[in-house]
């Protein structure tokens, strides 16, 4: 995500024992979704497998149910553990190809504009969905062609708003405030005019987030109790934790914030980089259980977690925001620590946030995670068995932008598997691009209408009305 400018690190606390690598067998299969049939396997040295993996993406989504997992109807923790899947990237096999269905209709009986549209979460300049200054207004037309919040919400039927203050890696304004995070009742003026004006278009509500993770990335500083950064937040027992991310949860949620871009899911394991202190530490085991908490403490408050950054970013000091980061580790060493936390969340968290990381020993083309079938369909949706929302990193990072144009870097991103596209530096061009593929490729087509039936059934998570929680 775009970090505050007072973003900074800090070496892991001590008191917590760095992880042991654990040398671990790498599984010989990989999953495939329910209901697709199957030719018998065959083994496959792993440049065919991955490509097997994009070559038959959308194919694999097309009779991937979208509604698999168990019901979320409401903001809980409830779901049933979906069985864990090991994924080996050294074989594969091929499922049988239909031609993909043309007749029924899109999710939630959208128009294709308002489908397409459900895919992306962007930012808007002004303190409230009808007001912005000379400069916000001239930003919201630059961008979006539409003056205020309230027009571009209609204008590109959007899916979802990130509330933040400035976005630094746009060059041309660094440093212009959004005006989004003023005070409490500026936030909640401003969500729920976003709301009313998503609701008068498609009738579906927005999912609107934010950073507000602890220490340093804390996007709202007036209206939510200001908290430590999550390495801190680690002394705590689990109850104790979990009681503090359900009152940050309720706290958002009384501002018209339904999902928060936190935990940080990442084992950190080097001295410096982006990550630091924002990770709850270097062990994976107390990790796995901390995110897990986080995770039921947010959405018993009402608001949808997310786990970041998939596959990983804790082993790697490179900033994703200014360069592609690689994970150099073995496929075993990943399994055994990096993957850990996001397994034994997977159950639980209402999203997952892809980062901009490549990880050779599951893909070796070297491409970002976010572009990347086989770490995004193979090892995240297949592999963890994961059936909710996926999302992008923010597409104004250095490694989206330098992949190809945003309408390009959009349509590998939904081939990828990813559900929801965060904060493209070209929203109407990537719009469109999205919309025309849609319209001129079944299997295309196929591949964005279960995108946007996880982004509405995970809006229909989080609109349930929050329960109390227990423990706390």
Request: hydrophobic share 40%; net charge neutral.
């Amino acid at each position: 995500m775009i970090r505050a400018r007072n973003d900074k690190v800090s070496d892991p606390a001590g008191g917590r024992s760095q992880a042991q690598e654990t040398t671990v067998d790498a599984p010989d299969y990989l999953h495939r979704s329910e209901g697709m049939r199957a030719k018998p396997p065959k083994a496959w040295a792993w440049p065919a497998a991955f490509a097997g993996i994009a070559a038959c993406l959308t194919s694999c989504q097309a009779h991937s149910s979208v509604n698999a997992g168990p019901d979320r109807s409401s903001a809980t923790t409830s779901r049933t553990a979906p069985v864990t899947r090991q994924f080996d990237p050294s074989t594969a096999t091929t499922p049988s190809v239909r031609p993909p269905e043309t007749v029924r209709p899109n999710p939630g009986r959208l128009t294709d504009e308002e489908m397409v549209g459900q895919l992306f979460t962007a930012y808007v300049y002004g303190p409230s969905a009808t007001t912005a200054s000379t400069a916000q207004r001239a930003a919201n037309q630059a961008l979006y062609g539409a003056a205020t919040g309230a027009d571009i919400v209609r204008r590109w039927h959007l899916g979802g708003i990130i509330l933040l203050d400035h976005n630094t890696l746009d060059p041309a304004r660094p440093d212009l405030s959004t005006g989004n995070v003023e005070g409490p009742a500026q936030i909640a003026e401003l969500t729920a005019g976003l709301q009313g004006a998503a609701l008068a278009d498609s009738g579906i509500r927005l999912l609107i987030g934010t950073d507000q993770e602890g220490g340093s990335v804390q996007r709202i500083t007036d209206g939510v109790t200001q908290r430590p950064a999550q390495e801190r937040l680690a002394r705590l027992g689990p109850t104790e934790l979990e009681c503090s991310y359900y009152s940050l949860g309720r706290q958002l949620r009384r501002l018209g914030v339904n999902q928060d871009y936190a935990p940080v899911a990442d084992v950190v394991r080097t001295a410096g980089g982006v990550i630091g202190d924002r990770s709850f530490g270097p062990d994976p085991a107390l990790d796995s259980q901390d995110v897990r908490s986080a995770v039921v403490g947010l959405q018993r408050g009402g608001v949808l977690a997310t786990l970041k950054h998939w596959p990983g970013h804790g082993s790697t000091g490179t900033d994703s925001h200014q360069a592609l980061a690689v994970i150099t580790e073995t496929y075993s060493q990943w399994q055994a620590i990096d993957r850990l936390p996001f397994q034994a969340a997977a159950s639980l968290a209402g999203s997952i946030m892809v980062g901009h990381l490549a990880f050779p020993a599951v893909d070796p083309s070297n491409r970002p995670a976010t572009l990347s079938p086989a770490l995004v369909s193979g090892a995240l949706r297949q592999g963890l068995g994961y059936n909710g929302l996926i999302l992008t990193d923010s597409l104004w990072m250095q490694p989206a932008t330098a992949a190809g144009t945003p309408g390009r870097v959009a349509e590998l991103a939904i081939t990828a598997g990813n559900d929801m596209l965060l904060m493209s530096p070209d929203l109407p061009s990537a719009y469109r691009a999205v919309l025309s593929r849609v319209r001129a490729n079944g299997s295309f087509r196929t591949a964005v209408r279960n995108a946007a039936q996880r982004v509405l059934h995970a809006k229909q998570t989080v609109a349930a009305t929050p329960k109390t929680n227990v423990n706390c």
